[in-house]
């Protein structure tokens, strides 16, 4: 393979860069964050020296990752994401995500093996594993320039790859090594005292949640909707207790988590396109897809996953538009939904045939079988309407 200049892979590692720090503002990083708060915490009041340490460790946990994830995809053309097509893989992370959530609550130091603290790392230790479990969990979904970068990646020699995947995990940890380093910027908060109990608490159910959703795949689908109903009931609960012994600012922390955790529930455990005015997907089958391209139909392709929620935030938000639905319904367009939650070689292929490397991912087709245009990542009602509607002008 010939070489490209050395100043365009200067420029996509740039943008690899770039791409891993915004991915701190996806809904998949979330349940990551009360991981990275409770080592920020931990390590501010520690010498310059332990915490330049634990920002070093917490880097390393995320190239770990991330440098993984690359040689995988180099030696086997991964996909992002392909872990969480694992039923095992899930199961572990959901797993551990019940687990951090009981250390959080009672404010309990990671488990550290022999090695470690025989080695005086166990600081280090929490902070290479908050690494790691950042960078697995902002895995599944995509963010602003990922797509990009993903699709100019697998293209690549190795050391190309590993380069690329190595610089989204160091975007990915940056904003987090520099507070470990700078803990002066957190001098603002408030001191210590019942609000930052209530905070840790929120921390964990936070955490829960994740599990909650990463269940998705484990469980069967009647039975997902009562893992969130359960988890609310555990969050009302909680803020009754809080919002009656707590002071002010406590009751503040609570009132609005418990509104957030209403919100969040009544999201998830809802069943999708259930109203009149909303789109109504097609589910995926190579017969559907062969037939609507023979008729010169226009299509939409959305490729998804139980396990990204980017991917559920848009169901819920910019697929629920009646917009949408009008426009599809004036462009005679067919919505064809494909669900890559388990690894399947045909829906695979067709991903990386369509142009995507990463979920969220959605393509418009032209009758005339020609792609109007790309989504990765998150995107708003409008950008999605126009190019439907671009499809409708286009046709004879």
């Known amino acids: 393979m010939d070489q490209l200049p050395s100043l365009l892979i200067a420029g996509q590692i740039m943008m690899a860069v770039m791409a891993g720090l915004l991915l701190n503002l996806t809904p998949c990083v979330l349940p990551a964050i009360p991981i990275k708060v409770r080592t920020i915490l931990r390590e501010a009041g520690g010498q310059r020296s332990h915490r330049v340490l634990a920002a070093l460790a917490f880097t390393a946990g995320t190239l770990?990752?991330?440098?993984?994830?690359?040689?995988?995809?180099?030696?086997?053309?991964?996909?992002?994401?392909?872990?969480?097509?694992?039923?095992?893989?899930?199961?572990?992370?959901?797993?551990?995500?019940?687990?951090?959530?009981?250390?959080?609550?009672?404010?309990?130091p990671i488990p550290v093996p022999t090695f470690a603290a025989s080695a005086h790392g166990r600081r280090y230790f929490e902070a290479y594993v908050?690494?790691?479990?950042?960078?697995?969990?902002?895995?599944?979904?995509?963010?602003?320039?990922?797509?990009?970068?993903?699709?100019?990646?697998?293209?690549?020699?190795?050391p190309v790859i590993m380069g690329i995947f190595g610089s989204i995990g160091l975007g990915l940890s940056l904003p987090y090594a520099v507070l470990m380093l700078r803990p002066e910027w957190l001098s603002r908060l408030p001191k210590a005292g019942p609000w930052t109990v209530a905070i840790r608490e929120v921390l964990a159910l936070i955490l829960l949640a994740a599990a909650v959703?990463?269940?998705?795949?484990?469980?069967?689908?009647?039975?997902?909707?009562?893992?969130?109903?359960?988890?609310?009931?555990?969050?009302?609960?909680?803020?009754?207790?809080?919002?009656?012994?707590?002071?002010?600012?406590?009751?503040?922390?609570?009132?609005?988590?418990?509104?957030?955790?209403?919100?969040?529930t009544?999201?998830?455990?809802?069943?999708?396109?259930?109203?009149?005015?909303?789109?109504?997907?097609?589910?995926?089958?190579?017969?559907?897809?062969?037939?609507?391209?023979?008729?010169?139909?226009?299509?939409?392709?959305?490729?998804?996953?139980?396990?990204c929620i980017n991917c559920k935030v848009l169901e819920r938000t910019v697929y629920k538009e009646p917009a949408v639905a009008e426009a599809v319904a004036r462009a005679g367009m067919v919505p064809i939904q494909v669900d890559v939650t388990a690894s399947d070689p045909e829906k695979d292929a067709l991903l990386t045939a369509t142009g995507g490397q990463a979920l969220p991912f959605a393509a418009v087709f032209a009758g005339d079988g020609a792609v109007v245009a790309r989504f990765t990542g998150l995107f708003d009602t409008d950008s999605l309407v126009e190019a439907i509607n671009r499809t409708e002008n286009s046709q004879p």
């Open 213 to 264: 959703f990463f269940s998705a795949s484990l469980v069967p689908k009647a039975v997902y909707p009562w893992l969130w109903w359960a988890w609310l009931a555990l969050v009302l609960v909680w803020g009754l207790r809080r919002f009656v012994q707590g002071n002010g600012a406590v009751r503040v922390i609570t009132a609005t988590a418990t509104g957030l955790a209403l919100a969040v």
């Open 130 to 158: 908050s690494g790691l479990l950042s960078a697995i969990l902002a895995a599944p979904c995509a963010g602003p320039f990922l797509g990009g970068v993903l699709a100019f990646a697998v293209t690549q020699p190795t």
């Open 64 to 108: 770990t990752f991330f440098l993984t994830l690359g040689g995988l995809t180099a030696l086997l053309q991964w996909n992002w994401g392909t872990l969480f097509q694992s039923t095992l893989f899930v199961a572990v992370l959901v797993a551990l995500m019940v687990g951090f959530a009981v250390i959080t609550w009672l404010d309990l």
């Open 266 to 307: 009544v999201v998830f455990a809802s069943p999708l396109g259930s109203g009149e005015d909303e789109l109504v997907w097609q589910p995926y089958s190579a017969e559907l897809l062969a037939d609507t391209k023979a008729r010169g139909t226009p299509y939409l392709l959305e490729f998804t996953a139980d396990w």
